[in-house]
């Protein structure tokens, strides 16, 4: 059976390791200082030292209430202090980010390196899409975001053959000479093959660094970037990456697209004794099977912890866990969310076929009655985060927010107009750069 599983998880692992890779040839000679894209002198002495003092996490302690994570949709204080009011004579402009502080942009940026996929969908979301210039595992992420990208009228996406960045080559960034990196920095070093020198090299010679990773479940930072590493929710670090590409407009009208969402959520989520029990799991083989958490603090849980579904293992399992069916059938969910179900070479019916005819899956009551439904992908951007509320609204309160389609395969089911969260057309038209 095809591997269903994110290929970035909370246990670091690659379901396709080679990606999109090519064999690309080296650098002869190391490029000036770009004029394009550049660090302000004084971040650029400091050594890109990471400027964001303080912890103001947007999803740290949030329960799973609609209300903390709506704030999060509207503008910020983060990003209205954190860009300079007035551009410099010259058309520069500054943005912060945690870790690597203030960066100076001489001109909104076109074309982009992302390591992880909420970076990418983030470029997509705000009219770069044609600009990314890496991702990891760039072949896997296409197709499973063109499942849902076939929803929005008039937009495409093409992120086929992108060199893949899991890993990335030092002399291959230079290659790509992208404008900017949304990439954090301090994840990039916990790789063997990435030292502080190497991301400071790569920002004065080619384009700055301007990502946040380590907000995917509050990981701890390592080495230089522990001292006041800030974490951001989606949202808040979506508005960060629009300020930098200057793209207000279409960040403010996204937002309220997931306002009235979230809004549509609050008033239809029934009383948590009436929620069911529900388990997160991926698997390559239906035998070996993953286990995620549903509310923890993090941008993974963008799309669940709205939703306040109930722990069918009681906070007994922790995120990324191996349990076996024994273990399932104690916790005996009433809803089971299978993570990479939405994949093209996923097939549902054979999926719910395998589970029923398990001896002890067949017992568990999500599986007996028919309540296993797709899941995307955690490390999602704001535009899958949009699609996955509303698919998790459907199959966990089907009574509140409209039947779940019986899905088998294929792209994200054509729902009727009428039974939809959210307006397709007015985030295509945000996408494609229609807004005042």
């Not at 990471?50 to 983060?78: H, K, L, Q």
């Not at 990208?149 to 230079?174: A, F, N, T």
């Not at 849980?301 to 722990?311: I, N, S, Y």
């Not at 398990?358 to 490390?379: F, W």
Request: hydrophobic letters at 35%.
């Amino acid at each position: 059976m095809t591997d269903t599983s994110d290929t970035t998880d909370s246990t670091d692992r690659t379901v396709d390791s080679t990606g999109a890779d090519t064999d690309e040839s080296t650098r002869s000679g190391w490029p000036t200082r770009r004029d394009y894209v550049q660090l302000s002198g004084a971040l650029a002495a400091a050594g890109l030292l990471a400027g964001c003092a303080g912890n103001g996490d947007g999803d740290a302690g949030a329960t799973a209430t609609v209300t903390e994570d709506a704030a999060a949709a509207t503008p910020t204080a983060n990003a209205t202090e954190s860009t300079t009011e007035a551009a410099a004579a010259d058309g520069s402009y500054s943005v912060s980010m945690s870790p690597v502080g203030e960066v100076t942009f001489e001109s909104p940026p076109e074309t982009v390196f992302t390591r992880l996929t909420h970076h990418a969908d983030m470029a997509f979301a705000l009219g770069r899409g044609d600009g990314v210039t890496a991702m990891h595992a760039p072949d896997y992420y296409d197709s499973l975001w063109n499942q849902f990208v076939e929803r929005l009228p008039g937009v495409s996406l093409d992120w086929s053959g992108l060199y893949s960045s899991w890993d990335p080559d030092k002399e291959v960034v230079y290659e790509l000479d992208s404008d900017v990196h949304l990439a954090d920095p301090a994840w990039m070093t916990q790789l063997e093959s990435w030292d502080r020198e190497d991301i400071d090299e790569i920002a004065e010679n080619v384009g700055p660094w301007f990502g946040n990773s380590l907000s995917d479940r509050h990981q701890e930072p390592t080495g230089q970037w522990a001292d006041g590493y800030e974490y951001y929710g989606l949202w808040e670090q979506f508005e960060l990456v629009a300020e930098a590409f200057r793209e207000r407009a279409r960040y403010e009208e996204l937002a309220a697209v997931r306002d009235d969402l979230l809004a549509t959520i609050e008033v239809g989520l029934p009383p948590e004794s009436e929620r069911p029990r529900t388990v997160l799991f991926s698997s390559a083989d239906l035998e070996t099977i993953y286990a995620y958490t549903l509310d923890n603090p993090g941008f993974l849980t963008a799309h669940t912890r709205p939703l306040a579904p109930r722990d069918a293992f009681d906070g007994s399992v922790s995120s990324g866990d191996i349990v076996d069916y024994e273990q399932l059938l104690e916790a005996d969910p009433e809803v089971i969310l299978y993570l990479g179900g939405m994949l093209p070479t996923t097939d549902m019916a054979e999926v719910r076929s395998t589970l029923e005819s398990h001896p002890v899956g067949g017992e568990i009551t999500a599986i007996a009655n028919g309540r296993v439904h797709p899941q995307g992908a955690r490390y999602q951007g704001p535009i899958l985060n949009l699609f996955q509320l509303e698919m998790s609204a459907k199959q966990l309160y089907p009574d509140a927010f409209g039947e779940w389609p019986t899905y088998e395969n294929g792209p994200y089911p054509e729902i009727p107009e009428e039974e939809r969260l959210f307006d397709r057309e007015r985030v295509a038209a945000a996408i494609r750069g229609e807004v005042e």
